[in-house]
């Protein structure tokens, strides 16, 4: 569940990174935002509490 659940994080925080023209404007924020739950993850998935 923890390797799911850490692959779709994976595939969203490439879906939000602003490669296209219109979501140039949004900045980092929704990749950023994505990022920081992925490391959050990441260590609850190391540590054992996922």
Do not use: E, F, Q
């Amino acid at each position: 569940m923890g390797t799911l659940l850490i692959v779709l994080l994976l595939v969203l925080l490439l879906g939000a990174w602003p490669a296209w023209p219109h979501s140039r404007n949004w900045g980092y924020y929704p990749s950023s935002t994505l990022g920081l739950v992925l490391v959050i993850v990441l260590v609850l998935a190391l540590v054992g509490r996922i």
